[in-house]
């Protein structure tokens, strides 16, 4: 079974650049989240996604980012325009689903540097 | 608001020692899992627990939930330079489900 598919690994951008994440959840799977990691910190919930509706976006920071998932399955997240704080690694995970508690399955994650 | 605090936040042993980290909630938790994060990659998630009192063990990895539902510990038995990484803890915050709060993490170093 594939796991969660992230991509690019790997981004670099100068501030005030849009950029965006692309994530393929579990398949099956009908809670994706999207997560900001600090080094040295646990993942921070940004968004979660109850099949294509966004059921928790509290700590989105909506004046820069956004987020769609598209009839249920990929997810995107953007930012536009980046700030020089943006610079973290951002994590898509999935579950079956957010009704128990299901353990999440983490993908590898896209690591941005804002310059 | 509810914070998941884990201590400690450095763990630096002998391959062969024990190592213990412990997770604690300002609240009651309705079930805690923990994950492990190895260096470079991403949470792997380890196990969850729910009932009052639970303990539940893999090979070398022993989890407990307390009583009172707002503190969970991972004790590992004989640490293997394999056990290297991040652990997590996570809690959902109050009823919310599928919510989940990470604390801050116990970074293991085993000295091989």
């Known amino acids: 079974e594939a796991g969660v598919v992230q991509s690019p690994r790997y981004k670099i951008i100068e501030k005030k650049q849009p950029v965006a994440f692309w994530c393929n959840p579990i398949?099956?799977?009908?809670?994706l989240y999207w997560y900001l990691q600090n080094l040295g910190q646990g993942p921070e919930l940004l968004i979660r996604?109850?099949?294509?509706?966004?059921?928790?976006d509290s700590q989105l920071p909506k004046d820069r980012f956004s987020a769609e998932r598209l009839k249920g399955v990929d997810s995107t997240l953007k930012i536009q325009p980046a700030e020089l704080g943006d610079s973290a690694v951002y994590l898509c995970?999935?579950?079956?689903?957010?009704?128990?508690?299901?353990?999440?399955?983490f993908g590898p994650g896209t690591r941005l540097t804002v310059l | 608001g509810q914070q998941v605090m884990q201590i400690p936040q450095y763990q630096h042993v002998q391959e062969g020692e024990d190592f213990t980290t412990y997770c604690n909630s300002s609240?009651?938790?309705?079930?805690i899992q923990w994950y492990k994060q190895r260096p470079g990659g991403h949470p792997v998630f380890l196990i969850q627990?729910?009932?009052?009192?639970e303990v539940k063990k893999q090979k070398r990895l022993t989890f407990q939930f307390g009583e009172a539902k707002k503190n969970s510990s991972l004790h590992i038995t004989a640490t293997q330079t394999t056990d290297v990484g991040t652990y997590f803890c996570?809690?959902?915050?109050?009823?919310?489900?599928?919510?989940?709060?990470f604390g801050r993490g116990t970074q293991l170093t085993v000295w091989p």
């Open positions: 995970a999935s579950s079956l689903s957010m009704s128990m508690n299901n353990e999440q399955f």
């Open positions: 398949s099956g799977h009908n809670t």
């Open positions: 996604y109850e099949n294509e509706e966004a059921v928790d």
């Open positions: 609240t009651t938790l309705s079930n």
């Open positions: 627990l729910v009932k009052s009192g």
């Open positions: 996570a809690g959902p915050r109050g009823s919310t489900l599928g919510r989940l709060y």
